[in-house]
């Protein structure tokens, strides 16, 4: 007899298809959890299957996915905010650094 807690076949169908439809709407698994109030890697082992997901928040999901009115469309404006790299905040740390640098050059000559 299989456990009722453990994630069952339709458990990974069900993820599959999620990851399909995030996809599909070009958001990645950071965008998605974010706005679902999840760890980025929680949300990953709804996609992989490894974790149930309850079934409101699945139909929940899909109707976002769907472009469905579901209230995570507000939740994506007002609260969603872009994961940034670390890359890109070095870069852009960078590119202060360069013009604070070049501030201080014309103020020397002043």
Avoid: C, W
């Amino acid at each position: 007899m299989s456990n009722p807690r453990k994630p069952s076949v339709h458990d990974r169908e069900r993820g599959r298809q999620l990851a399909r439809m995030r996809k599909d709407r070009g958001l990645s698994q950071a965008e998605v959890a974010s706005m679902l109030g999840v760890s980025t890697q929680q949300y990953g082992k709804y996609e992989r299957g490894e974790n149930r997901l309850t079934a409101s928040r699945y139909e929940l999901l899909e109707g976002f996915f769907r472009g469905e009115n579901t209230g995570m469309e507000e939740a994506e404006q007002s609260k969603y905010q872009a994961p940034i790299s670390k890359s890109s905040l070095q870069k852009s740390l960078d590119q202060i650094r360069a013009a604070v640098d070049l501030l201080q050059r014309h103020l020397d000559r002043l």
